[in-house]
């Protein structure tokens, strides 16, 4: 799995599934408890399967580091 959530999604992911999650466990809410299970493991591990369906993607691109192991150019 590649990740595909960005920090500032990753984090408000985190704050809305520990909400949802903690209002359960007060008693506020009963079922949206458990769904404040999804955007807390898509924050932990972050990687959303619903992105690949639709082709998002909030984290940055990796770009290919060149430097390792290859002489200057000048050299």
Do not use: H
């Not at 990740?3 to 359960?24: E, K, P």
């Not at 458990?34 to 898509?42: F, S």
């Amino acid at each position: 799995m590649k990740r595909n959530i960005g920090t500032i999604d990753r984090a408000l992911r985190l704050i809305a599934g520990v909400a949802l999650i903690g209002s359960a466990l007060v008693g506020a809410i009963d079922v949206w408890g458990y769904v404040g299970v999804i955007p807390l493991l898509t924050a932990v591990f972050g990687y959303c399967p619903v992105y690949v369906l639709f082709g998002f993607q909030t984290c940055p691109l990796e770009t290919e580091d060149t430097s390792q192991g290859n002489p200057p150019a000048n050299a």
